[in-house]
């Protein structure tokens, strides 16, 4: 096995055990992350993304469970499916997203990682019907887009 598919594999098992640290453990100083709700993060912001959304899981640890497959990786790329079930915090629903990441290294850690997902698919189950009407359009997009970003600035104004 590829040492940057033991990378993926240990940010997975990380995720999987709630642990922020060895998440953050696994990135480049210089991370870029991206998905459709949190887009162009970089360095401390990715880190400080995944400790928010941990504290948040931490809450109902119950309705957690994340499974990871496919993890393939050579020495610049790499490429895993992770599947996520968890309670969204804002509403109370419960979601299933399903997600294809892809990861680039660097001096042995992950300085890319891009995550992918249905956002509409997403929207309807975070939302409800809000999302139903509402979850296809650019503007519900950039709107969840803004609510996330001023929680992670939130976020770090707290947590230094």
Known sequence: MHANEILIQKFYTNFQQLDAEGMKACYHDEIAFSDPAFPDLKGKEAG?????????????????????????????????????????????????????????FNDGKIITHTDTFDFYRWSRMAFGFTGVLLGWTPFFRKKVQGTTRKRLAGFLKRNG
């Open 48 to 104: 400080a993304m995944w400790s928010m959304l941990i504290s948040a899981l931490k809450n109902d640890p119950a309705g957690w469970k994340l499974e990871f497959s496919n993890v393939q990786a050579d020495d610049k790329r790499g490429s895993c499916r992770w599947e996520a079930h968890y309670t969204f915090s804002l509403t109370g629903r419960k979601v299933h997203n399903i997600i294809d990441a892809t990861f680039e």
